[in-house]
């Protein structure tokens, strides 16, 4: 079936440190992963996204990879901040038809200690 | 930077009793969707919406809910007759090209009592 699920409910961390943030997916038709952060009593932000065609894409302190192999996706952080607590979910896109629904996974939920 | 905006943040209802939740997407996006969240748990898809009218459902989705954009700015989302269960975050989220990142507004938290 159709399912997103990340390894890890929690992950604790230190400043500083590198944070990954892991993702199974199931549907081997997605072609468009997304990361948000969501704090707390706000709506999903946008991270970062990957397409299908693509293994590993980088943004401002994030890198996302795509293993299409083991269907697996991650989020590295690097040098996590306090503000980057928060809960991180992997969603991913099972089809390739415009305007179609995005399928979230649990989060995690990624705590700073300074 | 233009946002997605949600009116109420929160609203309290009776089971039974009809709402509206509404949604200002960002201007020139042509894709509509709403999520709910229930507390704790994943952010699940409820519809998505494009040019007047709906493009995909998923089964929570039922006939007590509908889904409006009544005029060039506004996007709703209608319950018919409210259960207890419907109490969550309901996410409005549009996109500009269907195929690309979804901006999701602040939420309007549902609570049925």
């Known amino acids: 079936g159709e399912s997103v699920g990340l390894h890890l409910p929690t992950l604790s961390v230190q400043e500083g440190d590198n944070s990954i943030i892991n993702c199974a997916y199931s549907?081997?038709?997605?072609?468009?992963f997304i990361w948000y952060k969501q704090e707390s009593g706000k709506g999903p932000q946008f991270i970062i996204d990957?397409?299908?065609?693509?293994d590993k894409r980088q943004g401002q302190r994030v890198t996302v990879l795509l293993n299409k192999t083991v269907k697996h996706l991650s989020l590295q952080i690097a040098a996590t901040q306090p503000g980057d607590s928060a809960v991180y979910f992997c969603?991913?896109?099972?089809?390739?038809?415009?305007?179609?629904?995005?399928?979230f996974g649990k989060g995690t939920t990624l705590s700073v200690s300074s | 930077e233009p946002e997605v905006t949600q009116t109420p943040s929160h609203q309290v209802t009776q089971m039974g009793q009809e709402v509206i939740l509404r949604c200002v997407p960002i201007?020139?996006?042509?894709?509509f969707y709403w999520y709910r969240q229930i507390l704790g748990q994943k952010v699940e898809f409820l519809v998505s919406?494009?040019?007047?009218?709906?493009?995909?459902k998923s089964e929570i989705f039922d006939d007590q809910f509908s889904v409006e954009r009544p005029d060039g700015s506004n996007f709703t989302l209608k319950i018919r007759s409210t259960k207890l269960e419907d109490s969550a975050m309901y996410f409005c989220?549009?996109?500009?090209?269907?195929?690309?990142?979804?901006?999701f507004g602040p939420g309007t938290r549902l609570t049925v009592l």
């Open positions: 989220a549009s996109s500009a090209t269907g195929s690309g990142e979804q901006f």
């Open positions: 201007s020139n996006h042509l894709y």
């Open positions: 990957i397409r299908s065609n693509m």
């Open positions: 969603a991913e896109r099972p089809t390739n038809q415009a305007g179609t629904a995005l399928i």
């Open positions: 919406f494009y040019n007047n009218e709906i493009s995909e």
């Open positions: 549907n081997s038709a997605s072609d468009y």
